[in-house]
């Protein structure tokens, strides 16, 4: 087997890797960097993230309201400290990506650009087009080019984690092209592998997404936290899931149901203006338009599409300049996938699970319980997201975050002493030996592509926008019977190039590890919180029981053990999360009592 | 040992597989002809060199069939010459920024295209003076 | 629907480096819709009929540039392509032309990576900034003039479009010179000269002949022939001016 | 950056290349008709515009005599370089013995050009 020695191991190298691997080079160049990552990481889903990136920068804006909007958009289960600091630093890591070349758009004298975006009350949303993940990812990976301390192991997919002496102390991973194994020593391992939306039928997440670098830390008895909240974005294809940008509402865009009627107005988003108006109507947050199309489906108001319910994304009075000005891409997908132009004719849309607000269990520093491990980025749970993410907050998050992770993972790196390799290794070849089992054992009747779809089928009908207990309890149970099934697997493709066949099965073992934990936490999670709703009982809020972080711990060959841990509230009290006019009226009498 | 076992494939009649390499390779093709008519040239400065006979004798070999069916082969091929050389313009050139917009690669191959015309013009007025 | 009953072949290069000596073809039924896309396509056959089809995608949307491949001779992003174009008729894919085949349709692109890394694909400042002096200002003209050039999702379609790269596995390529153009435009970078010992260099742009199909199939409009063939003209500039001009250009 | 590139030369005939495409380009239509069509068979010109006086006196003038030199020597570069490009394009790639050929030839003759021209007096 192949070793390599690293001071520091980032496995994934997406936005959130890539940042992190920059700051642990320019923390200290002496320092080993191994950037571990299961495609070439310009392939990394961060590349599609459309609309922004959040960061205070407009005058009259300021970094108390961005806290305000996103604890509030949160449902106050946000750790307000981490909060606190995380809005602080988004303008200077977004002027650092500036520095490093990354093409904002601009205004005519040459300063960023910013748009509106939901649930923001001022204009702070940074963007490169509609391509503002594409540019920052090829900014952050050109830039990792310029550090030599960097070496990649691109194509590299990572199957496990070692420990000894009870701190993580390195990553095995298979080198796709050759199928053989690498163990990779390290000081400090940083997990930044991203979502896990694939778990989801309907979604708007690429096919890596699949919740890798969660699991992996799970099975190490890190927890899993928050889990029950994955975001439905409320704009994406039918049938594919692809997603249309939230830009196209912060530009003006109207939500129209089958009478052409913007029927966020009957959900507490209104008064319909013609214009944008921020944190009203289309700039609602995500989970609220959602769930409002949901009921527009159970009033028979939506229009039926090819793939089911859909409503209409009106784009029209925009006019074809501005369309093609800013959301380029919105205009493309609309023409090749649905043939539809959207300066002529509205968008059939629906919500499809864009984002898993939970995740890997970690401080303000991206530190998790196991010592010398770190997780940034959708994949972690550092706490500011709470029950409903603001869209524009995760790309900062990789940037403030990732730089963070590198930091803090390098100052751990260089205060221990190097591991045992003989026993490393010993775990390594451990872990090869069973690994590989998956490909050579025999007699297997289970076919990989079938546990896939069931699992993405139960996911959507157990865990969807709105959420039933004896549903949930149906997924919790058909999860635990596709982990049953899983172990009778079998692969198709024994080969050691490129086996892909062999690689998803490894990650269908992930998902449903994570997939477990989301269900679980959502069944025993007894109220409804952002983009957590029941209609079972439980349709409200609940702070006495409930204003409590899930932590989803795993136990071998079982269900994941839920517990809670608390929320740090600081200057925030939980209020009344409320938009349109009825929230500037709730916004106006929280001051008056504050004077 | 790693069992990857990169296979290149050969790169045989690749112009041949796709319409766009044939069209290339046929504009490609035309500087044959380019070469024949220099050459043709060459002679003939050649033979005017050598004085009036020889130069007669040029001219007369000129008014054969064969050479206006060489001729006028060269012709079609150069002229074809010219549309594909400011057809591939626009990629050659920077940006040409006119009022703020780009020039669009049609009005950059069209502008070459009028510019070989009025060249053509006045080489041939020219002659035409010379001739008187 | 009726259309669940169609079927559409679809013929693919398979090659496995463990049993092959050559690729060889094979032809799938896959049931077809009219919104199926070629990607799709090749979904359908790993998981209903073939699990050891290798191939790399993701996004979906035509922006992570994994799943370039030739369909029927041309290189396209599969995602992005749909099979209704080639209906009833049989559909052929392949790895991307010019390319090495690791397996069935995943080119070896390390070569690329390469060319990649070489061109210093980074921000080298004319002048610094220090964060606390904000962003560079640069207007939306300035923005203009790198914007089309830093598009590029490194697809390599213009590799499979381009015979010269075909021919010489050692030139730069279209795709990795429209990067360095991108930087060279940037209104914050000044290292164009730094550049210039890749672009005159024998691996460098006078390899192109101009053909300009990799502009063709470029899926977003990136115009890399564009880049390249500016080049040439800075590159002849440089190579002539250098022994007027005091600083000499490159070596 | 990679070490130890090595500058093409390619520039010194890339430049020759476009200058002699564009030259003919821009008038080599035009020449085929006037000295191959026209002239010969009398159309448009007549035929006594390419007699010997006329043409030993415009191949004496400065102007004329760049203008014979430019298009023969100019054509020739530029279909030297496309036609070894090409030789190279169809999987002959003779090196040194192709740029012979083709560079060389286009060289010689143009020398011949100049030789002749100069020959002819001013």
């Known amino acids: 087997m192949e070793v390599f020695k690293a001071d520091v191991a980032i496995v994934g190298g997406g936005g959130a890797g890539l940042r992190a691997a920059i700051a642990v080079a320019e923390s200290d160049p002496t320092l080993k960097i191994a950037l571990v990552s299961k495609v070439y990481p310009m392939r990394s889903h961060t590349v599609s993230a459309e609309g922004g990136s959040a960061g205070v920068k407009k005058e009259g804006d300021s970094l108390e309201y961005h806290f305000n909007d996103t604890v509030g958009g949160g449902d106050w289960l946000c750790e307000q400290d981490v909060v606190e600091f995380f809005v602080s630093k988004c303008a200077e890591e977004l002027t650092q990506l500036e520095h490093w070349g990354c093409p904002w758009s601009r205004t005519e004298d040459g300063h960023v650009n910013v748009r509106a975006f939901g649930g923001m009350k ?150 319909a203006e013609p214009t944008p108006r921020n944190k009203a109507m289309e700039l609602g947050p995500r989970d609220r338009l959602s769930q409002a199309f949901w009921h527009e489906q159970q009033k028979g108001r939506t229009i039926e599409g090819r793939y089911g319910p859909v409503v209409h994304l009106d784009l029209r ?211 409804s919180r952002g983009a957590h709703q029941r209609l079972d009982g439980y349709e409200q809020r609940d702070d006495v029981n409930f204003l409590k972080h899930s932590e989803a711990n795993y136990v071998a060959d079982g269900a994941p053990r839920i517990s809670y841990g608390d929320v740090k509230i600081t200057k925030s009290q939980p209020g009344v999360r409320a938009y349109g006019a009825a929230g500037e009226k709730a916004e106006k009498e929280r001051k008056a009592s504050h004077v | 040992m790693s069992k990857r076992r990169p296979y290149v494939r050969p790169m045989d009649g690749w112009w041949k597989k796709n319409p766009y390499f044939v069209e290339y390779m046929v504009h490609e093709g035309t500087a044959l002809f380019v070469a024949a008519y220099a050459f043709t040239l060459l002679v003939g400065l050649v033979r005017l060199g050598q004085g009036e006979a020889a130069w007669n004798g040029w001219l007369e070999a000129l008014k054969s069939p064969l050479s206006l069916a060489f001729h006028a082969v060269l012709l079609v091929a150069i002229l074809y010459h010219t549309y594909t050389w400011f057809k591939i313009m626009p990629r050659t050139l920077p940006p040409i920024i006119v009022g703020g917009k780009k020039l669009a690669p049609a009005t950059i191959t069209g502008g070459g295209l009028m510019a070989a015309l009025v060249a053509s013009l006045v080489l041939l007025g020219l002659v035409w003076r010379i001739a008187q | 629907m009726s259309e669940s009953q169609k079927t559409i072949e679809i013929e693919v290069l398979r090659y496995n480096p463990e049993t092959d000596q050559a690729p060889h073809l094979q032809v799938f039924q896959v049931p077809f819709a009219d919104d199926m896309s070629v990607l799709q396509g090749a979904q359908y056959i790993k ?205 | 950056m990679k070490s130890g590139l090595k500058r093409s030369n390619a520039p010194i005939f890339w430049a020759l290349f476009g200058g002699g495409g564009m030259l003919s380009a821009l008038v080599g239509p035009m020449l085929v008709f006037i000295t191959g069509i026209a002239i010969p068979f009398g159309l448009l010109l007549p035929e006594g515009a390419m007699s010997y006086p006329k043409m030993l006196a415009f191949a004496q003038n400065w102007l004329g005599k760049a203008f014979v030199f430019a298009v023969i020597a100019l054509f020739l570069w530029h279909a030297a370089h496309r036609i070894f490009h090409t030789l190279h394009d169809v999987g002959i790639h003779a090196g040194v013995a192709a740029r012979l050929i083709c560079y060389g030839s286009a060289f010689v003759a143009t020398l011949v050009s100049a030789y002749v021209l100069l020959g002819l007096g001013f």
């Open chain 1, 122 to 271: 001022i204009e702070r949303t940074w963007f490169a087009a509609d391509k503002t993940g594409f540019h920052m990812l090829h900014t952050l990976f050109q830039t990792s080019i310029k550090y030599p301390s960097i070496k990649r192991f691109d194509e590299h997919f990572c199957v496990d984690l070692v420990k000894e002496d009870g701190r993580c102390q390195g990553v095995v991973a298979i080198e796709m092209a050759s199928g053989e194994f690498t163990l990779i020593e390290a000081g400090s391992v940083i997990i930044a592998t991203g979502g896990a939306g694939r778990v989801f039928r309907e979604n708007t997440n690429g096919g890596v997404v699949t919740g890798d670098g969660m699991a992996l830390a799970y099975r190490h008895g890190v927890p899993l936290r928050d889990m029950e909240f994955v975001q439905y974005h409320p704009t994406c294809m039918p049938g594919t899931g692809l997603l249309f940008t939230e830009a196209c509402r912060g530009e003006g865009g109207f939500l129209v149901n089958k009478d052409g009627y913007r029927y966020l107005q009957d959900y507490g988003l209104g008064p």
């Open chain 3, 47 to 251: 998981d209903h009929l073939d699990g050891s089809l290798s191939f790399r995608w993701s996004c979906r949307m035509a922006i992570c540039g994994s799943c370039g491949m030739m369909v029927n001779g041309e290189p396209h992003l599969s995602c992005q392509t749909f099979l209704r174009d080639y209906y009833p008729a049989r559909v052929r894919i392949e790895a991307l032309s010019h390319f090495p085949i690791e397996r069935d349709l995943v080119i070896n692109m390390e070569g690329f990576i390469d060319k990649l890394e070489s061109i210093q694909p980074y921000i080298i400042p004319k002048e610094k900034r220090s964060l606390a002096q904000g962003e560079y200002l640069q207007t939306p003209e300035q923005l203009n003039a790198y914007e089309q050039f830093s598009s590029c999702i490194n697809c390599m379609l213009c590799y499979a479009a381009c015979p010269q790269f075909g021919l010489n596995a050692d030139f730069v390529g279209p795709a990795a010179m429209a990067l360095l153009h991108r930087y060279n435009m940037d209104s914050r970078d000044g290292a164009a000269e730094e550049r210039m010992e890749l672009v005159a260099a024998e691996e460098g742009v006078f390899n192109c002949t101009a053909v300009g199909y990799c502009s063709e199939v470029c899926p977003k409009q990136v115009d890399p022939a564009n880049a390249v063939n500016i080049n040439k003209t800075n590159a002849a500039k440089d190579y002539f001016l250098r022994f007027l001009s005091p600083k000499g250009g490159s070596k």
């Open chain 1, 317 to 527: 009075h925009l006019g074809a300049t501005k369309l093609h000005e800013r959301l380029p891409q919105i205009c493309e997908l609309a023409e090749q996938f649905l043939g539809v132009d959207p300066a002529l004719a509205p968008i059939p849309i629906r919500p499809a699970v864009h984002y898993t607000m939970g995740g890997i269990m970690v401080n303000g520093l991206c530190a998790s319980p196991l010592p010398g491990l770190y997780a940034v980025g959708e994949c972690s749970s550092v706490g500011i997201h709470g029950a409903n993410r603001l869209g524009s907050n995760s790309l900062s998050e990789l940037l403030v975050f990732g730089k963070v992770a590198g930091v803090e993972a390098a100052g751990f790196a260089k205060s221990v002493a190097p591991g045992n390799s003989a026993s490393l290794l010993k775990q390594a070849k451990a872990v090869e030996q069973r690994v590989t089992g998956l490909k050579t054992k025999t007699g297997g009747t289970e076919k990989i592509s079938v546990l896939r779809k069931e699992m993405a089928q139960t996911m959507e009908d157990g865990c969807g926008i709105y959420r039933l207990a004896d549903t949930m309890q149906k997924t919790c149970n058909k999860l635990d019977e596709l982990k049953a099934r899983f172990k009778n697997v079998n692969l198709e493709d024994g080969s050691s190039v490129w086996n892909t066949d062999w690689l998803l099965a490894i990650e269908l073992e992930y998902q449903l590890d994570v997939a477990q934990t989301m269900a679980y936490s959502a069944l025993q999670r007894r109220e």
